[in-house]
């Protein structure tokens, strides 16, 4: 279907008003109690219309995961850019989801910022460079033989850490489960965008929680697990829950370097209480104003679907209540505040509940943020680079429930 726009020179120009776009839900596998993600046939991300995004963001609300399949092209950044920002027209700055990104090197007179793990691309600084390895030739500006350094559980998860010997063989683990987002200040994204450039070739490699249960779990290497936010509320009993729904938590002021100095749990979701965290007052200048403390559970804005979004390793305090009509509770021991992050984010770190997605190169995946956690997963060195591209944008808006 397509409508006309008549200018002033009486030129007819057809604009189109009606989408190609196909969407099929995602059939997980047998034992999955997870119902989630869809496969996008139908739509050039590189030049979709006004009526595929609509598709698009119904999609994405009801989905909450899509991948775009058979893309003639790799995404642009500026068009990754371009839909990313399409699900927040309020948001005018354009500022990336974890602020502003440190000097880093200059190339052929061009200043490139981020760090080596994240590097930001300078012909769309809002669109930054994940993963592990050598970047492609030629790659948008970046120097030839440029490695991203990647992240390494050796490095954050506390010891005893997967030997190296093992690794290589195919043995993993969850790096971190969180939602995209600063924590301090800057509003978290409502949507990320991940473009795989590159992805590692190999056999599949087995994430191990390591926790003493045993649990392990096949997963394609370089796979980015995800679960959903409704699900972990779902599995708490109902006084949990009541807890939840009615709670809130603070998170620490610049938390990434706040909890740069300690070390994560080695399942991810938490960090040990050693009193390794930076204190408050080495940290850079910050002010109670712009400290986020926010729900323990949010809501689909078009759904009304409620998701259990929390980030266990930034929580600094709580605010316990069981009911708006009583008072809350603050708990601002960090053994008790980990002891109830645990509580309620471990039910649902189970290899039912998870989603760990097989890149394609030159597939796109979009997931709604506020309603899911994910983690990158862990893959040996002989596999190859695994180069990605990521989008995530500082919302106009906190989560507010």
């Known amino acids: 279907m397509t409508s006309t726009i008549i200018t002033h020179d009486s030129i007819s120009i057809p604009i189109k008003t009606k989408t190609n776009g ?36 119904n999609a994405l609300h009801k989905h909450k995961l899509l991948v775009f399949k058979e893309q003639p092209e790799m ?24 602020g502003a990104d440190p000097y880093l090197t200059t190339h052929a007179g061009v200043n490139i910022y981020g760090t080596p793990n994240r590097p930001a691309i300078p012909a769309q600084p809002q669109v930054h460079i994940l993963g592990r390895g050598v970047l ?101 009993d109902p006084e949990t829950r009541d807890v939840v729904m009615n709670s809130r938590i603070e998170y620490a002021p610049h938390a990434f370097k706040w909890m740069a100095t300690a070390k994560s749990t080695k399942l991810g979701h938490l960090l040990e209480t050693e009193g390794k965290e930076m204190p408050l007052d080495q940290l850079p200048p910050w002010s109670r104003d712009k400290v986020c403390v926010y729900p323990m559970v949010w809501t689909n804005p078009q759904t009304g679907e409620k998701s259990l979004q929390v980030h266990g390793q930034g929580a600094f305090k709580l605010y316990l209540k069981d009911s708006r009509e009583v008072e809350e509770r603050i708990v601002d021991d960090l053994g008790e505040v980990r002891a109830f992050m645990h509580k309620i984010m471990r039910p649902a770190i189970s290899p039912e509940n998870i989603y760990a997605h097989r890149h394609h190169e030159g597939d796109v995946i979009l997931w709604y943020n506020r309603a899911l956690w994910h983690s990158i997963t862990e893959f040996p060195e002989s596999y190859g680079p695994r180069i990605m591209h990521q989008c995530n944008v500082a919302a106009s808006d906190h989560p507010s429930g």
């Open 75 to 98: 995404l642009s950044p500026q068009q990754q850019y371009k839909l990313t920002s399409s699900f927040d027209p309020d948001e005018t700055t354009g500022g990336f989801a974890h």
């Open 136 to 236: 492609p030739e030629n790659h948008h500006g970046f120097p030839p033989g440029f490695k991203v350094k990647g992240v390494d559980h050796a490095t954050f998860h506390s010891p005893p850490h997967v030997p190296k010997e093992e690794r290589e063989k195919g043995a993993s683990r969850f790096h971190q489960w969180h939602w995209d987002g600063a924590l301090y200040d800057i509003p978290p994204p409502r949507v990320g965008c991940l473009l795989a450039v590159r992805t590692p070739k190999g056999e599949d490699v087995t994430v191990r929680w390591d926790d003493g249960t045993g649990t392990e779990m096949k997963v394609a290497p370089g796979a980015t697990a995800m679960i959903p936010g409704s699900r972990a509320l779902e599995l708490l």
């Open 22 to 57: 196909k969407i099929i839900p995602i059939q997980h596998e047998p034992g999955k109690k997870i119902h989630f993600g869809a496969e996008v046939y139908g739509i050039d991300l590189n030049h979709f219309t006004p009526a595929d995004f609509d598709l698009i963001s």
